[in-house]
T-cell receptor, first 116, second 112 residues
Framework: NAGVTQTPKFQVLKTGQSMTLQCAQD?????MSWYRQDPGMGLRLIHY???????DQGEVPNGYNVSRSTTEDFPLRLLSAAPSQTSVYFC???????????????FGSGTRLTVV | KNQVEQSPQSLIILEGKNCTLQ??????????LRWYKQDTGRGPVSLTI?????NTKSNGRYTATLDADTKQSSLHITASQLSDSASYIC???????????FGAGTTVTVRA
């Protein structure tokens, strides 16, 4: 049982490049989400999904796309990277959003992205 | 806007000493408040959860308190260990949509 796996752990992009951050969980969780963590700020929700085929925007969705074709995978795509997207990205999952609230979320170990 | 403010931003303590972290929130409607521990280079891990009716909850050397009237919570670390060096994040959930509001965290450094 690996929990939530994020790849890559580190990435450097040039402005304008695109890439996909991978997130996979093996706990059969319906709810998955992406956050970004910036210095001096709390984690901010980018996109989330309550089940396969269903996605929705969070607090800071601009510049990012997501899809949820399977229960296990929830990739985050940067369409055209900008320096403002330099951040640490976390994927988190829970059985449902309600259970996540009461029983906690399982977070991946993060992807540190630098855009130059 | 739902907000969570944590203080201090960082602190340094000697091994074996105690410390207390503060969290003030304006999240409404309130469901629960959770403290997470985030080690460097890792994702947050839940320490404890407080619901509206709970005042105090302990998890080993960690004790969380909640005053729902003043919308304040604290996390007390007793007899600190080097492994307690981490960022501690206060997270508040709403009761209507269960969305989370995160504090910026308090970075604790424990020195031998």
């Amino acid at each position: 049982n690996a929990g939530v796996t994020q790849t890559p752990k580190f990435q450097v992009l040039k402005t304008g490049q695109s890439m996909t951050l991978q997130c996979a969980q093996d706990m059969n969780h319906e709810y998955m989400s992406w956050y970004r963590q910036d210095p001096g700020m709390g984690l901010r929700l980018i996109h989330y999904s309550v089940g396969a085929g269903i996605t929705d925007q969070g607090e800071v969705p601009n510049g990012y796309n997501v899809s949820r074709s399977t229960t296990e995978d929830f990739p985050l795509r940067l369409l055209s990277a900008a320096p403002s997207q330099t951040s640490v990205y976390f994927c988190a999952s829970s059985p449902t959003i309600t259970r996540g609230s009461f029983y906690g979320y399982t977070f991946g170990s993060g992807t540190r992205l630098t855009v130059v | 806007k739902n907000q969570v403010e944590q203080s201090p931003q960082s602190l340094i303590i000697l091994e074996g000493k105690n410390c207390t972290l503060q969290c003030n929130y304006t999240v409404s409607p309130f469901s629960n408040l959770r403290w997470y521990k985030q080690d460097t280079g890792r994702g947050p891990v839940s320490l404890t959860i407080m619901t509206f009716s709970e005042n105090t909850k302990s998890n080993g050397r960690y004790t969380a308190t909640l005053d729902a009237d003043t919308k304040q919570s604290s996390l007390h670390i007793t007899a600190s260990q080097l492994s307690d060096s981490a960022s501690y994040i206060c997270v508040v959930s709403t009761s209507n949509d269960y969305k989370l509001s995160f504090g910026a965290g308090t970075t604790v450094t424990v020195r031998a």
